[in-house]
T-cell receptor, first 113, second 115 residues
Framework: GENVEQHPSTLSVQEGDSAVIKCTYS??????FPWYKQELGKGPQLIID?????GEKKDQRIAVTLNMTAKHFSLHITETQPEDSAVYFC????????????FGSGTQLTVLP | GAGVSQSPSNKVTEKGKDVELRCDPI?????LYWYRQSLGQGLEFLIY????????KSGLPSDRFSAERTGGSVSTLTIQRTQQEDSAVYLC?????????????FGEGSRLTVL
């Protein structure tokens, strides 16, 4: 089955700096890669996703890159703000995945004012 | 609100007791998922319901865990003879369709503590 590794587990940055979270996956059939943000006491919420036919996708301060040859994808947050502080999860899935989405173990991002 | 609703938000129980966790998905969503989130861990898939199809139970960790979905809407996750290792946040999510590229809409979770 699919295995998703996520690094780092914790990340602290100064407000205004960039943050990068990286994930690798094992199943070469995976072709959908979403990122979820979980604020304290809340459920995870989708913030951006990318599909196998796209190498990079941006949405304002958030961007995701995908390298299917190396089986890794990354989340980039620029000009970080205190409200970006949360746990971020990457995930992967494929049409043949009986478990639908397989999530990484999460990254606790702290943006220091 | 029109989001996914879970109850109870917190549940403390004694080892060996049974617990039921409820999920009310977004109206009209045909797909419903249960995930478990242990402290400092990722989201572990438990079970998936899609319409009237047989549920995918491949993630249930033992036969003490079961779930049902009545009338294609509300779902109940039941844990029998709870153990301390069952302590976790149980998250429910729904999706408009069961496609693997669909956004999941999560509830706020039910935090279970087994003493």
């Amino acid at each position: 089955g699919e295995n998703v590794e996520q690094h780092p587990s914790t990340l602290s940055v100064q407000e205004g700096d960039s943050a990068v979270i990286k994930c690798t996956y094992s199943d070469s059939a995976s072709n959908y890669f979403p990122w979820y943000k979980q604020e304290l006491g809340k459920g995870p919420q989708l913030i951006i996703d990318i599909r196998s036919n796209v190498g990079e996708k941006k949405d304002q301060r958030i961007a995701v890159t995908l390298n299917m040859t190396a089986k890794h994808f990354s989340l980039h947050i620029t000009e970080t703000q205190p409200e970006d502080s949360a746990v971020y999860f990457c995930a992967a899935s494929s049409a043949g995945s009986a478990r639908q989405l397989t999530f990484g173990s999460g990254t606790q991002l702290t943006v220091l004012p | 609100g029109a989001g996914v609703s879970q109850s109870p938000s917190n549940k403390v129980t004694e080892k060996g007791k049974d617990v039921e966790l409820r999920c009310d998905p977004i109206s009209g969503h045909t797909a419903l998922y249960w995930y478990r989130q242990s402290l400092g861990q990722g989201l572990e898939f438990l079970i998936y319901f899609q319409g009237n199809s047989a549920p995918d139970k491949s993630g249930l960790p033992s036969d003490r865990f079961s779930a049902e979905r009545t009338g294609g809407s509300v779902s109940t996750l039941t844990i029998q003879r709870t153990q301390q290792e069952d302590s976790a946040v149980y998250l429910c999510a729904s999706s408009p369709t069961g496609g693997y590229t669909g956004e999941l809409f999560f509830g706020e979770g039910s935090r279970l503590t087994v003493l």
